[in-house]
């Protein structure tokens, strides 16, 4: 049973480009979350999907940031316009429906130059 | 909302002596705790979990970890600390019962081990 999977590992983007960061779960898991860990802090939640639904996007920035997680296909993080700021590694996790437990992707560290 | 904290950044400990990490949780409703390790460069691996149930807990690669409501603490521990036990540690709460399964992370110790 493979892990989670995300890609790509390692992502360089330009200021004022996009970055689209993939995350395909576990099989048989159908949560999705999507975390945000910038140098020398803790991993920053910023958004819960299930199939086709955002439960919970209160971590997520209100502009530039948007999720999905469609009912075919990874989950996807979109970042238009990309700024310095937005340099982090991003991690995805996913668990079964109604179970707390979370398996945490290899993480997709983006550079913005 | 819940927080999470590890008040030790950085600990540094002989191979063969004992680990004690500290994790303090603040939230009122019963939480869900964890414990992740994550290697340079790696994404993180659970180490052991607390629902309910016994407080005291068994995880992989020899460590545990006691949960004390009257403290509001995790405290991840190990006998006998390997060089390979070097990697930074964190503690994660989450909140039994609800529909939200977001966890909340401390901001991470950092464990080096010396010969």
């Known amino acids: 049973n493979a892990g989670v999977m995300q890609n790509p590992r390692h992502l360089v983007r330009r200021r004022g480009q996009e970055a689209r960061l993939r995350c395909s779960p576990m099989k048989g898991h159908s949560h999705v979350y999507w975390y945000r860990q910038l140098p020398e802090e803790g991993l920053k939640f910023m958004v819960y999907l299930q199939k086709e639904n955002i439960i919970d996007e209160s971590g997520m920035p209100k502009e530039r940031f948007s999720a999905e997680f469609p009912k075919e296909g990874p989950s996807i993080l979109r970042i238009q316009q990309v700024v310095r700021g937005d340099s982090a590694a991003y991690f995805c996790?996913?668990?079964?429906?109604?179970?707390?437990?979370?398996?945490f992707g290899p993480g997709t560290r983006l550079t913005v130059t | 909302a819940q927080s999470v904290t590890q008040p030790d950044i950085h600990i540094t400990v002989s191979e063969g002596a004992s680990l004690e990490l500290r994790c303090n949780y603040s939230y009122g409703a019963t939480p869900y705790l964890f414990w992740y390790v994550q290697s340079p460069g790696q994404g993180l691996q659970l180490l052991l979990k607390?629902?309910?149930?016994?407080?005291l807990v068994q995880g992989i690669k020899g460590f545990e970890a006691e949960f004390k409501r009257s403290q509001s603490s995790f405290n991840l521990r190990k006998p006998s600390v390997h060089w390979s036990d070097a990697a930074e540690y964190f503690c994660?709460?989450?909140?039994?019962?609800?529909?939200?399964?977001?966890?909340?992370f401390g901001a991470g110790t950092t464990v080096t081990v010396r010969a």
């Open positions: 607390y629902f309910s149930g016994d407080t």
């Open positions: 996790a996913s668990s079964p429906m109604d179970f707390y437990e979370q398996y």
């Open positions: 994660a709460v989450g909140v039994l019962g609800s529909n939200d399964y977001k966890l909340s």
